[in-house]
């Protein structure tokens, strides 16, 4: 990965970078200058002790005090991991295939991983092949590429910015995915597990979608952005002196835009694509989403949540690769 920011000749001296990055097998580890760490990604081996074979995921992601703000393998839902990405139901050549939601035919071989900084963004590349093995077979077959691309941007007074951009590619015919039919939730694809604790009154928590306060958990609901705001734990185990939270941004090229989303006060945004019904991913036609996490202080009012989606959606034409 290489970011130019210009000639520094000709520009002035050179700003120091904001962040550090760090590759530790299996893992990818952002911290700031001063050495705080921001998020840690799972790229190869899944995570240890845990029920399912869990990679591919974002946890911890550090708020700006230091506080957790992701879960992973809670009591509740032991499948879920942080920041994920991942479809309940895959199908390749017209058979069922298993579940990465809950992984079991499916797993994950890990490609390249690589970052990058500077003193605008720090940039971590990874790339994963999605295996599908029948029960009771050794040899497994590739049916999906996927490209992940993250960018940090500058912590300003208001937030942090992490860009996550997902890049789909069939490696096989009649490969589609899609979310859950189980009591019409629709849930699969991106997620975010919030790692506040479950009781409400304690974690003081609250949602709002495009600006708006949602006091019940949602089923179906069409948005561009949601926040979940609470008191978060610190490392140590104990509460957050004030509350903080972050939001996810949904960028207008996301098919379906504005998408619908599954909320739950217990700790989970969920931008529910493609929902209840299955859709195709084409050799020839790769299946790009892109999103970002803008974590914050205080709620999304003090966290000006609207104003950063709208600068989101202004779009820098980014391009994955």
């Not at 009649?174 to 409400?200: A, C, E, W």
């Not at 561009?224 to 490392?235: C, E, H, L, R």
């Not at 084409?282 to 104003?307: F, I, M, S, T």
Request: charge should be neutral; charged fraction near 25%.
């Amino acid at each position: 990965i290489r970011v130019t920011i210009g000639d520094a000749a000709a520009n002035g001296p050179r700003p120091a970078n904001p962040y550090v990055s760090k590759i530790s097998d299996p893992q990818f580890h952002l911290a700031t200058a001063a050495g705080d760490p921001v998020y840690s990604y799972w790229h190869g081996k899944p995570a240890p002790g845990q029920r399912y074979p869990l990679t591919d995921f974002i946890h911890p992601l550090i708020g700006l005090d230091g506080e957790v703000l992701t879960w992973l393998s809670p009591r509740d839902h032991v499948h879920h991991r942080g920041i994920f990405w991942a479809w309940v139901r895959h199908e390749m050549e017209g058979k069922p295939v298993g579940s990465w939601w809950q992984p079991d035919t499916i797993h994950l071989e890990p490609g390249r991983l690589a970052a990058g900084d500077s003193p605008v963004l720090s940039i971590m590349s990874a790339r994963h092949d999605w295996v599908y093995t029948p029960k009771g077979q050794d040899q497994g077959r590739p049916f999906v590429s996927e490209q992940v691309i993250c960018r940090t941007f500058r912590t300003t007074a208001d937030g942090r910015a992490i860009d996550i951009d997902i890049t789909l590619t069939a490696l096989a015919d009649g490969v589609r995915i899609g979310g859950t039919t189980d009591l019409g939730k629709g849930y699969g694809g991106f997620t975010f597990r919030y790692g506040s604790t479950t009781d409400r009154k304690v974690s003081q928590a609250a949602i709002v979608m495009d600006g708006k306060d949602t006091p019940e958990d949602l089923l179906t609901v069409h948005a561009k952005w949601g926040d979940w705001s609470a008191i978060f734990k610190m490392p140590d185990g104990n509460p957050a002196r004030a509350r903080s939270g972050a939001a996810v941004f949904v960028h207008p090229s996301h098919p379906e835009y504005p998408p619908e989303w599954l909320t739950r006060y217990y700790g989970v945004l969920n931008v529910s694509y493609p929902d209840l019904k299955m859709i195709d991913l084409p050799r020839d036609k790769p299946l790009r989403l892109k999103y970002r996490v803008w974590v914050h202080r205080g709620g999304a009012q003090e966290g000006r949540c609207d104003e950063h989606y709208r600068a989101y959606a202004a779009d820098f034409g980014w391009k994955a690769g």
